[in-house]
């Protein structure tokens, strides 16, 4: 561990006694408050937009500017603007009915903040994915402390100097660090602790939660299967197809990881995605809106798996591109693969990156067999013009969400629950969900003078005996 790394670990632990001391001071965060920490944070976006694109863009090397200005910046001033705009309701205090033998009374949900959260944010989309689980976090009233990825050091540096700007340490703060930094972040006593990241390391963050009892929401990843039906129109589903996938070049968590195209159709679907992606750009290699993978490491694992595929007797069809080129650029093409042997990493690892498996079967329930067998996926996409077939499918399988004849944008609708289940995630956020990840739901039972435990109590008499047989009838 680094010098400055150490010196992050006893910040943060310092920073998160002063978080709980300030919430302890300022408990029930009122209203107007919370909307005004929203209002920065929807300002911090709309006055940064250059700066945080072009700190994105330093950190891949390349990456789409109009992808950043959509996926990253517009999503967490929407978030922040929906919070807001719906918070006095949601603070409101839920009435429910108080059984007759209990009555009179009033029993009702208090939705009380639960303190300082901790939240951890991965590369793939280095500022929507640190901020919008904060917009969630101050809706909710609470403190919360940052640890963005070191993947994106100039966009962690960033929020860090932006958050610094908008707001004192002791209600916000940015931790920045590698894994040693995350796994310490991952064991402080937080109130919740947030992670969005791998399976792999979610596992690990699960655990040190647990030593602490720490309430977790873990959003993981997966392999996100893209159905197509025999009715749908093959070029349609491949325009949508491909725009999910090569949006920041399929290092999205939802973005459609294979494709299940019906038997004997595999080659023309295969054909119509690659000549979408060809028609979408010229060149990946030169086109500025194409992004480039993050890293050296993360190219390599994405051209190793192909190369595996291709030893192994796969179909590799790719647009043209000055081959050279996307390589000096980090940029790998848009790559549909057909003819996979099973035991292939692409359809054993989550593939993140642009590159689609094409996998043909005979019936629907074939292909829903073969989704449902596996790790329940972050999503699941079908294409069909028939309602009842999409309910099959739905009714078939399990996944954190669904796109039907479309993908990656249900996660834009603030009020659908955002989150994936069992491999691919537990808990979920956005909207009123997110507001409720952040806050306690207490329960209160509040009666006058006559509290009816008396009925209940010994010397046990008929009263007791009235009640109870009443109920047991
Ligand atoms: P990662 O798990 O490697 O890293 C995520 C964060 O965890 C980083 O900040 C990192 O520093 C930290 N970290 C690393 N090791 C740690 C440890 N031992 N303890 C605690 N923290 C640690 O993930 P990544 O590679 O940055 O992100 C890609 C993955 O995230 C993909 O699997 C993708 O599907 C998933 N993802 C999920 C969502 C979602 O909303 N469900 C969104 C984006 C990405």
Known sequence: MSDAESKQIERMKSILGTQKSAFKADRQRS????????AKIAKLCRDNVDAICEAINQDFSCRAKQESVLGEIIFVINDAEHTAKHLKQWMKPKKVSVPLNLKPGKAYIRRDPVGVAGIVAPWNYPFQLALA????????????????SEYTPATSELIKTLIGQHFDEDQVAVITGGPAVGQAFTQLKFDHLFYTGSTQVGRLVAKAAAENLVPVTLELGGKSPAIITPSYPVESAAKSITWGKLFNSGQTCVAPDYVL??????????????AVAQAQFED??????????????HYQRLHDMIEEARAAGATVLQPEHDAAEAKARRKIPPTVVLNLPADSKLLEEEIFGPVLPVLGYETLDQATDYVSDRDHPLALYVYTTDKAEADRVLGATLSGGVGVNINLLHLSIPDLPFGGIGASGQGAYHGETGFEVFSHNRSVFHTGKWHPS????????????????????
Do not use: F, H, W
């Not at 209203?31 to 929203?38: I, P, S, T, V």
């Not at 904060?134 to 640890?147: D, E, I, Q």
């Open 261 to 274: 195209a019906p038997k004997g159709r595999e080659d023309e679907v295969a054909s119509a995605l690659v």
């Open 454 to 473: 008396r009925l209940l109590a010994p010397p046990y008499g008929k009263m007791y005996e009235n009640i109870t047989k009443r109920q047991l009838k």
């Open 31 to 38: 209203l107007e408050n919370r909307k005004a920490d929203l």
């Open 133 to 148: 689980p904060l917009v969630a976090a101050l809706g909710a009233g609470c403190r919360a402390m940052l640890k963005p």
């Open 284 to 297: 990946v290699a030169t086109d500025d809106s194409y992004s480039a993978i993050v890293s050296d490491r």
